[in-house]
């Protein structure tokens, strides 16, 4: 079965410094999303990736999926303690879409140190 | 827009007991898919209910059940509960399958006691 697996699994940085997460399936990525959580609650989206090669932004993050369509990368710029959270990197099973289902990496932990 | 709502937030049970939980989707959207977040098994997928039938299932018990109504809301039935049950429980709508975006509500934290 498809598993994801994120690194590093927690996360601690000073304001103002870079950081990546990365997540990197067993499997072809057919659809790849990352989500932020706060501890206890619900999943907020904040990007969905499908091309290899594929990058996006939003604000100070910006996503990609490799070429090969197996790993993915989160890349913050700048922290700020408002990007403090859990990461998520989720993705479709297998080919379709039309599933409703999203398979999830274990989470990375961020922590924004003033 | 009003976002997905889950109701309740917070149910404290004793093994046993059924409990039934409840989400609202996003206007429009038809699709809602039920999620068990616990710190062991992380985020798992219970199942997906779309125009009033469930297309798709995760591995879980038949104790888990789910049910969903004309106006898309959806519920989901624990019976017999047990001490593992406790956990996070996240419900998300999608408005297209065409993509599998998904946007989920706060949750529901049950505890079994």
């Known amino acids: 079965s498809q598993e994801l697996e994120q690194s590093p699994q927690s996360l601690i940085v000073q304001e103002g410094k870079n950081l990546t997460i990365n997540c990197t399936s067993s499997?072809?990525?057919?659809?790849l999303y990352w989500y932020k959580q706060k501890y206890g609650e619900g999943l907020i989206f904040l990007m969905m990736?499908?091309?290899?090669?594929e990058e996006k932004s939003h604000e100070k993050i910006t996503a990609k999926l490799d070429e090969k369509k197996q790993q993915s990368s989160l890349h913050i710029t700048a922290s700020q303690p408002s990007h403090a959270g859990i990461y998520l990197c989720g993705a479709d099973k297998e080919d379709s879409s039309n599933t409703g289902k999203l398979i999830f990496g274990q989470g990375t932990t961020l922590q924004v140190k003033p | 827009k009003a976002g997905v709502t889950q109701t309740p937030r917070y149910l404290i049970k004793t093994r046993g007991q059924q409990v039934t939980l409840s989400c609202s989707p996003i206007s429009g959207h038809r699709s809602v898919s039920w999620y068990q977040q616990t710190p062991g098994q992380g985020l798992q997928f219970l199942f997906e209910y779309f125009s009033e039938t469930q297309r798709n299932k995760g591995n879980f018990p038949g104790r888990f059940s789910g049910r969903q109504f004309s106006n898309s809301r959806s519920e989901m039935n624990v019976s017999t509960l047990e001490l593992g049950d406790s956990a996070l429980y996240l419900c998300?709508?999608?408005?297209?399958?065409?993509?599998?975006?998904?946007?989920f509500g706060a949750g529901t934290r049950l505890s079994v006691l």
């Open positions: 998300a709508s999608r408005g297209t399958v065409a993509k599998n975006i998904q946007y």
């Open positions: 990736l499908q091309k290899g090669g």
């Open positions: 499997k072809t990525l057919y659809g």
